[in-house]
């Protein structure tokens, strides 16, 4: 059960270094979050003062987020350090992933907090717009994702061997 856990702890590490390398210089850039709330105004037809308060939501949780992230930096590192060899190898892995899961939960209550904010400020029409926007979305990406699968079958029905 301990093997298991800390398995599942290395495995969502590798997992999450991959999908967060370039998360921070993304999510933290100006550029990139003037681009956020650009495009939320055009979409959403925001009016000033609901700009300005979701431009102040996003200020204050970047610095929340970046903090956070800096900490999930510093606990992979930690991880990728460790001797495999060291006897203590097995209590230190498990202290460091019960770690790096208490920052994974608050980097995903952050950033539900985050969307909770930011659906206070709009209307109700704004927000059904928004809901829309995420299930056309959500559709495209399933449809690419049933497309690729396709694509992969043929390839395969095709190939000689």
């Known amino acids: 059960m301990l093997y298991e856990k800390i398995l599942i702890a290395l495995a969502s590490l ?3 270094s991959f999908a967060i390398a370039n998360y921070e210089e993304s999510f933290f850039s100006s550029e990139k979050l003037e681009k956020k709330i650009s495009r939320m105004e055009h979409i959403l037809d925001l009016n000033y003062d609901q700009k300005t308060n ?3 939501i996003f200020d204050a949780s970047t610095k929340e987020i970046k903090e956070n992230f800096n ?3 510093i606990i992979k590192k ?3 350090n460790l001797n495999p060899n060291n006897i203590d190898y097995d209590s230190e892995i498990k202290s460091l992933s019960l ?9 995903a209550i952050i950033h539900g907090s985050l969307r909770k904010l930011i659906f206070n400020e709009l209307t109700e029409d704004q927000r059904e717009l928004m809901n829309k926007r995420f299930d056309e979305r959500d559709q495209r990406s ?3 994702k049933l497309r690729k699968k396709v694509s992969n079958l043929n390839k395969n029905r095709d190939r000689k061997f």
């Open 142 to 144: 399933i449809k690419r």
């Open 71 to 73: 900490e999930l930096m």
């Open 14 to 16: 590798s997992i999450s």
């Open 99 to 107: 770690v790096l899961g208490k920052h994974i939960s608050e980097q």
């Open 54 to 56: 979701i431009k102040e």
């Open 78 to 80: 930690k991880m990728m």
